[in-house]
């Protein structure tokens, strides 16, 4: 729906333009270039800017996530001690994780300028890399009795089909992260590759002057996050975890806000 949506007041806008074309009797159409460097939530930027109308400019470029990493942990689903088989097996209450983002897309944008004043609004799409973020424990083969309780829990659920017993793992949010065989986590939170964009905004892409700065608030709609581990993706089981704060988060959202602030000044 948000994609039809976004297609409907992109080509309204297009439309719009045309119309701005052909009352006009000097088009501006690609008359100047413009170089701009952008950073804020979507990471650090490199576009090019061009007019399309007194009304309407097109930008076109790519944005990257420098490979920030946030530490925090993760709570285990299960007592210190898991007792299968009348064998107790003791697991830790937490487990340190680190994440690290990884963002990179290419953006084409279009600024709507309804006045030719600085006031803009913004609407098009972010494309490229689909996974956001890396998830995965601090410490090396940290995890080993949690996948040595798991071991047991299968034999036992294999043998008593009618009383099953929930494996151990690390608790993101509604989704439960079990280790592999040698104790280690590794999950990757993915969402769209085709992020459509809408915002508003301050600032002209390509400056009346030689230099020109531009201040931007919107929004990045790239679905439901989806968490992968071990080569398959994850269902939610609404495990309700409380820890893992900035990742938690990012498990949930399905639109990303965003900030940027560009730089720019007009080649030709």
Not at 193 to 204: D, I, S
Request: charged residues 15%; positive net charge; hydrophobic residues 40%.
């Amino acid at each position: 729906m948000r994609n039809l949506l976004f297609v409907g007041a992109l080509l309204i806008g297009l439309g719009f333009s045309e119309n701005i074309f052909a009352q006009e009797k000097n088009s501006v159409l690609f008359n100047h270039l413009s170089i701009g460097a952008s950073a804020g939530t979507s990471g650090i930027g490199l576009d090019l800017a061009m007019p399309m109308s007194n009304y309407l400019q097109m930008r076109v470029g790519v944005d990257a996530m420098p490979n920030i990493k946030y530490n925090t942990s993760l709570k285990i689903n299960a007592p210190d001690k898991v007792n299968v088989y009348g064998q107790e097996i003791a697991v830790p209450n937490k487990v340190d994780i680190q994440a690290k983002s990884n963002l990179f897309n290419g953006k084409l944008l279009l600024d709507f300028y309804p006045s030719k004043g600085i006031f803009h609004i913004t609407v098009g799409t972010y494309f490229g890399s689909n996974k956001v973020m890396k998830v995965y424990n601090k410490e090396n083969g940290s995890l080993m009795d949690v996948t040595t309780a798991n071991k047991m829990i299968d034999v036992y659920n294999q043998t008593h089909p009618s009383d099953q017993i929930q494996k151990v793992g690390l608790e993101l949010g509604d989704y439960l992260l079990t280790p592999d065989a040698n104790g280690n986590v590794e999950a990757n939170i993915q969402v769209k590759r085709f992020k459509p964009y809408a915002g508003l905004g301050v600032g002209r892409a390509v400056p009346k002057k030689n230099i020109g700065f531009m201040l931007e608030l919107g929004c990045q709609f790239w679905g439901t996050p989806k968490i992968f581990t071990q080569g398959h993706e994850l269902t939610s089981e609404n495990v309700g975890g409380n820890d893992g704060g900035v990742v938690k988060n990012i498990s949930k959202i399905s639109i990303y806000p965003m900030l940027n602030f560009r730089l720019c000044g007009k080649l030709f």
